[in-house]
């Protein structure tokens, strides 16, 4: 079935350091999306990105469809973005997301 | 805005028991899901619904059932608790099954004695 593999699984950063976070799916992706969860809590849609560059606010994603690759760049991190980092894709229309692994990124001051 | 709120927010049962988690959505979406998410891991569909009355099966739901008796709400029934489903199961919704914005509820949390 469709795998969908991320990295790092874990991250470090000090407040004002870049991240990067990828995402890498076994087959072609029809929709991909990146999920924030805040520790304990539930998860909240960050970007909608199936193909190309996508930006919001500090976050910047870019998905190379052929490639079955997404990341996800946060610049200036900051300690509120401290969390897990989810991506999910839907290999075919119509059909529901797989949820990757996940990324626990912590921003220390 | 919308809201989904899950039912209850703390489970505790004892091994072998039958559990009922629900929840309840008022954005008037059609499709709903539930998820299970063990401790630092991702998550994994359990059922999901299309609409009112329609139930999928999604990739874990062996030893669960699911009931979508109205458009607003969903409720997922472990049918036989074992200590290794202690998890946090998430229900979330969406306007339609392809649609790209899915919201989810706080979660609840499943510990089974």
């Known amino acids: 079935g469709q795998q969908v593999q991320q990295s790092p699984a874990s991250l470090v950063l000090q407040e004002g350091e870049n991240a990067e976070l990828q995402c890498n799916f076994s087959?072609?992706?029809?929709?991909l999306q990146w999920f924030y969860q805040r520790p304990g809590g539930s998860l909240v849609s960050l970007l909608y990105?199936?193909?190309g560059t996508k930006h919001t606010g500090r976050l910047t994603s870019t998905t190379v469809t052929k490639e079955r690759r997404s990341s996800l760049h946060i610049s200036s991190s900051q300690t509120t973005d401290s969390g897990t980092y989810f991506c999910?894709?839907?290999?075919?229309?119509?059909?529901?997301?797989?949820f990757g692994t996940g990324t626990k990124l912590q921003v220390v001051p | 805005g919308g809201i989904i709120t899950q039912t209850p927010k703390f489970l505790i049962g004892q091994e072998g028991q039958k559990l009922t988690l629900k929840c309840q959505q008022n954005?008037?979406?059609?499709?709903m899901y539930w998820y299970r998410q063990d401790s630092g891991k991702g998550l994994r569909l359990i059922y999901y619904?299309?609409?009112?009355?329609?139930?999928q099966k999604g990739d874990l739901s062996e030893g669960y059932d699911a009931s979508r008796e109205k458009k607003s709400s969903f409720s997922l029934t472990v049918t036989s608790a074992q200590k290794n489903e202690m998890a946090v199961f998430l229900c979330?919704?969406?306007?339609?099954?392809?649609?790209?914005?899915?919201?989810f509820g706080p979660g609840t949390r499943l510990t089974v004695l």
């Open positions: 979330a919704s969406s306007i339609y099954l392809g649609a790209y914005e899915q919201y």
């Open positions: 087959s072609t992706a029809t929709r």
């Open positions: 990105n199936p193909s």
């Open positions: 999910a894709m839907e290999a075919n229309s119509g059909t529901y997301q797989r």
């Open positions: 954005f008037n979406h059609d499709t």
């Open positions: 619904s299309i609409t009112e009355n329609d139930l």
